[in-house]
């Protein structure tokens, strides 16, 4: 697992351990992979720390090889690390971008280098994408990070026509998670003058967890969407892309932003931002975010796409009239 000491790498590390799971944690932070490593005990599992850059190939590779050597055959690798810069692309710098693409696309791509080439002997094996609704679909603030899952996505897809060629019994899986409640608006190299915020509605990052693992489970299946906002975005996209460009113009940076001062903490763009302190899983915005999403499960049971989002909209209008009722 990369990216497995906070945020939703760390809440499917969790749900690994709950199933009695061996995890090998992949990440930079030390407190934040050794309290990862705790939670996993704690659920059920095990867990053990690796320590590596995921955009540097030499490092992922070399943590790959101790894991094969110290827990046994790697089954699934699953590549969830990332960074980021909230800014309008006229102010990021070069080093920063480039530096965004290293770690948010290339280290897709190293990890899943290292996972074939690990797997390909035994040619067995699932290699599970974390990806976004924003893989399709851009919005201000965010080239950097949409530039590189569009790419984690075009990645993917010429990877499993390759596979599919070749007979192969490795698969690759794409999970495109809607707006999470991580610790990223905290420690996300951040040049706005007010605290970023995940594009409402959000979601806990369990949500996004208890998919991905079930993605692994089944990974025959090239694409997973999660949450009513994901499929609303994706779908909206495929049939009026003029419309919505000129609606993100318009809401696209205030939907972004709160009225509070920006972090003031370590930005985990250049080093980690959990080195000295846990994050854990969770952001800032518990009390705005959904713990459930109904959506999820009807698309994991290949409910069509239009019944998927009808199905969570009426899930989010009896909430809404739950919530007015109490």
Same mark, same amino acid.
């Given at each position: 697992?990369?990216?497995?000491?906070?945020?939703?790498?760390?809440?499917?590390?969790?749900?690994?351990?709950?199933?009695?799971?061996?995890?090998?944690?992949?990440?930079?932070?030390?407190?934040?992979?050794?309290?990862?490593?705790?939670?996993?005990?704690?659920?059920?599992?095990?867990?053990?720390?690796? $320590?590596?850059?995921?955009?540097?190939?030499? %490092?992922?590779?070399?943590?790959?090889?101790?894991?094969?050597?110290?827990?046994?055959?790697?089954?699934?690798?699953?590549?969830?690390?990332?960074?980021?810069?909230?800014?309008?692309?006229?102010?990021?710098?070069?080093?920063?971008?480039?530096?965004?693409? @290293?770690?948010?696309?290339?280290?897709?791509?190293?990890?899943?280098?290292?996972?074939?080439?690990?797997?390909?002997?035994?040619?067995?094996?699932?290699?599970?994408?974390?990806?976004?609704?924003?893989?399709?679909?851009?919005?201000?603030?965010?080239?950097?990070?949409?530039?590189?899952? *569009?790419?984690?996505?075009?990645?993917?897809?010429?990877?499993?026509? $390759?596979?599919?060629?070749? *007979?192969?019994?490795?698969?690759?899986?794409?999970?495109?998670?809607?707006?999470?409640?991580?610790?990223?608006?905290?420690?996300?190299?951040?040049?706005?003058?007010?605290?970023? %915020?995940?594009?409402?509605?959000?979601? %806990?990052? @369990?949500?996004?967890?208890?998919?991905?693992?079930?993605?692994?489970?089944?990974?025959?299946?090239?694409?997973?969407?999660?949450?009513?906002?994901?499929?609303?975005?994706?779908?909206?996209?495929?049939?009026?892309?003029?419309?919505?460009?000129?609606?993100?113009?318009?809401?696209?940076?205030?939907?972004?932003?709160?009225?509070?001062?920006?972090?003031?903490?370590?930005?985990?763009?250049?080093?980690?931002?959990? @080195?000295?302190?846990?994050?854990?899983?969770?952001?800032?915005?518990?009390?705005?975010? *959904?713990?459930?999403?109904?959506?999820?499960?009807?698309? %994991? *049971?290949?409910?069509?796409?239009?019944?998927?989002?009808?199905?969570?909209?009426?899930?989010?209008?009896?909430?809404?009239?739950?919530?007015?009722?109490?």
């Amino acid at each position: 697992m990369t990216g497995a000491s906070g945020g939703v790498g760390r809440a499917v590390v969790r749900e690994l351990g709950a199933r009695g799971a061996k995890v090998a944690l992949i990440a930079r932070g030390t407190a934040g992979l050794g309290a990862a490593a705790v939670d996993v005990g704690v659920e059920g599992g095990s867990g053990q720390v690796y $320590e590596a850059d995921v955009a540097d190939y030499d %490092q992922l590779r070399q943590a790959a090889e101790r894991i094969e050597a110290e827990m046994g055959p790697i089954a699934v690798w699953i590549n969830t690390a990332f960074s980021s810069v909230f800014a309008k692309f006229a102010d990021i710098s070069v080093d920063e971008y480039q530096r965004t693409t @290293e770690v948010t696309y290339l280290g897709y791509v190293w990890g899943t280098k290292v996972a074939l080439d690990l797997m390909g002997p035994r040619n067995a094996g699932a290699i599970v994408q974390t990806g976004s609704a924003l893989s399709q679909r851009g919005i201000p603030l965010q080239s950097a990070y949409c530039g590189a899952k *569009h790419a984690i996505k075009g990645f993917t897809e010429s990877l499993r026509t $390759e596979l599919l060629a070749d *007979h192969s019994g490795i698969h690759v899986t794409l999970v495109q998670l809607p707006a999470v409640n991580t610790p990223q608006f905290d420690w996300v190299l951040s040049k706005l003058r007010r605290h970023p %915020q995940p594009v409402p509605p959000i979601y %806990q990052p @369990e949500v996004a967890a208890r998919a991905i693992v079930y993605a692994a489970e089944h990974p025959e299946r090239k694409e997973y969407w999660v949450g009513t906002s994901t499929v609303a975005t994706l779908l909206a996209q495929r049939v009026a892309p003029a419309l919505v460009d000129r609606y993100l113009a318009r809401t696209g940076t205030s939907s972004q932003l709160t009225d509070e001062k920006p972090p003031s903490g370590v930005a985990n763009l250049w080093k980690p931002a959990d @080195e000295s302190t846990d994050y854990g899983a969770h952001g800032s915005f518990d009390s705005r975010s *959904h713990a459930r999403s109904p959506q999820v499960w009807l698309s %994991q *049971h290949r409910v069509p796409a239009f019944l998927t989002l009808a199905g969570g909209v009426a899930a989010a209008a009896v909430a809404a009239l739950r919530r007015r009722k109490r």
